[in-house]
């Protein structure tokens, strides 16, 4: 089915996750309208859509959907240790960590400006590290941008 034909419904935050993690438990994939925009420069709020599915087995630079004090986030896997995992928007400087079982699924592609674009794919994964490596760069002369 195509993203134009799918069914859309509105869903509160708070049954999010559980509605999710039963979809991806059952073996369906979920699609999703991203909602922010923590994960900028990618992913643009109410522009992208994210496909959802099961998130084992988690490499690193995956983007996942993961709950966190109580709320549902969608940011990418920086770093993981034993049973550790922390996530981090790619537009913030504050970092989640959770435990696996907080991970509820993981994104296999995503429809950005009328592309699809694989999650995983080796060019894709390119372009996010050289923007991690970039990031710390565009946040300095991004502040100093606003103070003159």
Known sequence: MSLNNAKSRRIASGDLAQIIDEHITAGHAFTLLVKGNSMRPFYTHNQTRVTLVAPL???RGDV???TYRDKVFLHRLINQQNDTYTF???ALIAKETVSLDAIIAKVSHYNHHGKTIDATAHYHRLKVRLW???RPFYHRLKRRRVKR
């Open 88 to 90: 981090q928007g790619d």
């Open 132 to 134: 991690r490596l970039c």
């Open 57 to 59: 087995p988690l490499k």
């Open 64 to 66: 996942c959907l993961f």
